[in-house]
């Protein structure tokens, strides 16, 4: 199964999350590619990106990318950043709440189990998350169609290298047992950040980074700059990303259990197939939502 098959079965392919590629030959083009990378964030909205500054990263997916508005729907009111990432693992809506709130979603979200078995990574963790049985089977009593793992899953069937960048990513790449697929990386800053991307870039197939990284709400300013970083280290090893997709996606409303809804960030770079442009959802069959 291609990268671009496997990520469609578990990320995009319910109701909540497809989104199409723009057309054939551009699917062809990400099924093509070396290495796919998804972005993660929370609470981002195309108006606040409108107000970015003119030459920030954000405004360049604008610019330059292909382009949508996404619902980041749980089985609840509102969506929580570990609502979207479970949401990744299982590809289905996920409710999960701790007190009544928003899971933070920090490092002591894992437990190191040891160094990576990858070479060549510094830093790289062998890792699995904490009190996964209990998370599940919560999840398991908000929403029963779901099934934690399945993205981990998929990418061992398909003998997939993976890495995860920050625990929110960890936590989509767990597998049904709590067990992080391949490397994971809990950077603490953004050189650390930018070479966690580039290591990433040089050994897995399949790379997933929470660009939250700390599990507290964060500003525009703070994420920009995120994302540049793991642009940057990106393009350290591919630097037109001519061989790598890239799918930013703001996979919840925020950091507030009670918080409005509102139509996320989504933008897509694939390879040999430039921007900018609309990207159609299998969902709504409207284009850019």
């Not at 997916?61 to 980041?72: E, K, R, S």
Request: aromatic fraction near 4%; charged fraction near 15%; proline fraction near 4%.
């Amino acid at each position: 199964m291609g990268l671009l098959a496997t990520l469609a079965t578990v990320f995009l392919g319910t109701g909540a999350w497809t989104v199409a590629a723009a057309d054939a030959a551009g699917a062809a083009s990400a099924d093509a590619a070396e290495r796919t990378v998804v972005i993660g964030l929370a609470g981002v909205t195309w108006p606040d990106v409108a107000d970015d500054r003119p030459g920030s990263a954000f405004r360049a997916l604008a610019d330059t990318w292909w382009t949508a508005n996404q619902v980041a729907r749980s089985t609840g009111s509102s969506s929580c950043p570990a609502d979207g990432w479970l949401a990744l693992s299982s590809g289905a809506r996920v409710w999960d709440r701790v007190a009544g709130g928003c899971r933070k979603l920090d490092s002591s979200l894992i437990t190191e189990t040891g160094p990576s078995a990858s070479r060549g990574q510094t830093g790289a963790l062998a890792a699995t998350v904490v009190n996964w049985s209990a998370l599940a089977t919560g999840v398991a009593g908000s929403s029963p169609a779901a099934r934690l793992g399945v993205l981990a899953d998929q990418a061992k069937a398909s003998s997939l290298t993976t890495a995860a960048i920050g625990p929110g990513a960890a936590l989509a790449l767990a597998d049904n047992q709590g067990v992080v697929a391949g490397s994971t990386f809990l950077p603490d800053g953004l050189p650390a950040l930018r070479d966690a991307s580039e290591q990433a870039a040089r050994t897995a197939a399949l790379t997933v980074v929470d660009l939250t990284l700390d599990g507290a709400p964060t500003t525009l300013a703070t994420y920009d700059q995120r994302l540049a970083a793991v642009l940057d280290g990106l393009r350290a090893v591919d630097p037109d990303l001519s061989a790598t997709t890239v799918t930013v996606s703001s996979l919840a409303d925020g950091f507030d259990s009670e918080g409005a809804r509102a139509m996320q960030v989504f933008a897509r770079h694939l390879p040999g197939r430039d921007g900018p442009g609309v990207i159609t959802s299998a969902a709504t069959r409207q284009p850019g939502l």
